[in-house]
């Protein structure tokens, strides 16, 4: 890993690890890497931060150079959560009930989405 920064756990066992300035990485519970988000879905990050898992197993993303939210299902495509309003969203997370939690440390805030 380089300058590994935010780690989630993925059900089933194995985690998600973001890299500053990089990648995000899925392990297994072996901890054998499984895939790169980079690779896997031809997706680039400015800045990969805040990391988190749903219910559905599908991975979310903070990305801070970009102020962005991005949904990275087992199968398909990527998808934009979060486009505006963000000024630098760092650490996330997501309840079972459908809510979205990001930290914004550019606004000093915790704002939620559903």
Do not use: W
Not at 56 to 80: K, N, Y
Not at 82 to 99: D, E, K, N, Y
């Amino acid at each position: 890993l380089q300058g590994p920064c935010y780690v989630s756990p993925v059900p089933g066992g194995g985690f998600v690890v973001s890299e500053e300035y990089g990648d995000v990485k899925v392990f297994m519970s072996s901890r054998k890497l499984l895939c790169s988000l980079s690779s896997k879905y031809g997706h680039q990050f400015g800045n990969p931060a805040g990391v988190c898992v749903d219910t559905d197993g599908s991975i979310l993303v903070a990305d801070e150079q970009r102020r962005t939210v991005h949904l990275f299902p087992e199968h398909g495509a990527p998808v934009c959560l979060v486009s505006t309003g963000l000024r630098r969203p760092a650490g996330i997370a997501c309840s079972s009930s459908g809510h979205l939690f990001v930290a914004d440390a550019g606004e000093n805030c915790v704002k939620v989405f559903k």
